[in-house]
């Protein structure tokens, strides 16, 4: 879309750990949640570039959920009524606060493991990006992956835009636009958190998170949004834990991050929160805007 100049500022602005000038920030952000609700369907993006039209683009994005329905119909063999109720709840499931997929949800007494197919053949098929549960956070995070306990993100996030806004027939113009200008709000922090799922997988990173509930200690509570493994420079460059949280508003606290940090400290390198504002480091926590997510 003509940007590279922005992209060099960007990259160039991540390498030297120094803010973008506001003026650009501001244009990224807004760059950025175009980003979120067109997607990267190549017909969306198309149809976007062209007309600049979020009601034609919308409509596109309709046919190919259509075809994604089709297609599970068509292939997904005997997992097929399994993998449809998965693909129709990614939304309901999303809106949750904690985020984490509840089978239990779609029929009473479901289990995790009877939707193993289902999640695999979504997965696969690059519809979603399952993120697993690592209990114990090391370097080797799938050695420890959990899958009883997933989240479920949807591979494209204008896609999910369009899933979340499905009661209407078509979506106008202008709501588009009221979402871009914040003053609509369809849970911008699942849009948020889906998205930066969708980068960090781009970026070649597989997707994990931690979370404990500890009913007797409640400083052993937390939630981690996504764990990578980075190296980390006070280290000699040995690679370590890094947790990630993501912030969708200018107000927000890191209280699990805190938390995480004390419990796993000689296990973690470099802290990020990726958020709004411009970026910041505060020794060895660096507050990222949400554009540098996929540059993790």
Not at 68 to 81: L, P, T
Not at 249 to 256: E, L, M
Not at 261 to 280: A, D, T
Request: charged residues 30%; contains cysteine.
């Amino acid at each position: 879309m003509g940007e590279e100049p922005l992209s060099r500022a960007i990259a160039d602005s991540y390498a030297r750990l120094r803010p973008l000038p506001d003026s650009l920030h501001r244009k990224a952000m807004r760059l950025f949640r175009e980003y979120m609700l067109v997607g990267g369907m190549p017909q969306a993006v198309e149809t976007y570039i062209r007309t600049r039209d979020f009601h034609r683009v919308d409509e596109v994005k309709r046919d190919i959920l259509k075809l994604y329905r089709d297609d599970i119909v068509k292939h997904a063999g005997s997992a097929r009524r399994r993998v449809t109720l998965l693909f129709d709840g990614l939304v309901s499931q999303l809106s949750q606060h904690e985020k984490k997929y509840r089978v239990s949800s779609l029929e009473p007494n479901a289990r995790m493991r009877e939707y193993d197919e289902a999640f695999f053949w979504l997965a696969d098929a690059c519809v979603v990006n399952d993120c697993v549960n690592s209990t114990d956070p090391t370097v080797g995070l799938s050695a420890y992956a959990d899958r009883a306990m997933i989240k479920c993100y949807m591979a494209d996030t204008g896609l999910l835009v369009t899933q979340a806004l499905a009661d209407s027939n078509v979506t106008e113009d202008d709501i588009y636009r009221d979402v871009l200008l914040g003053k609509i709000s369809i849970n911008e922090g699942m849009l948020t958190e889906n998205v930066v799922a969708q980068l960090l997988h781009s970026s070649g990173h597989g997707l994990y998170f931690y979370s404990r509930n500890d009913r007797d200690d409640a400083s052993r509570t937390m939630e981690i949004d996504f764990l990578i493994v980075s190296r980390y420079p006070n280290a000699a460059m040995k690679p370590r834990v890094s947790p990630i949280e993501v912030k969708s508003s200018n107000r927000y606290r890191t209280s699990s991050l805190d938390k995480f940090k004390e419990r796993f400290s000689g296990r973690v390198g470099l802290e990020y929160v990726l958020h709004p504002k411009p970026l910041e480091v505060r020794g060895d926590r660096r507050y990222l805007p949400l554009y540098m997510a996929g540059l993790l």
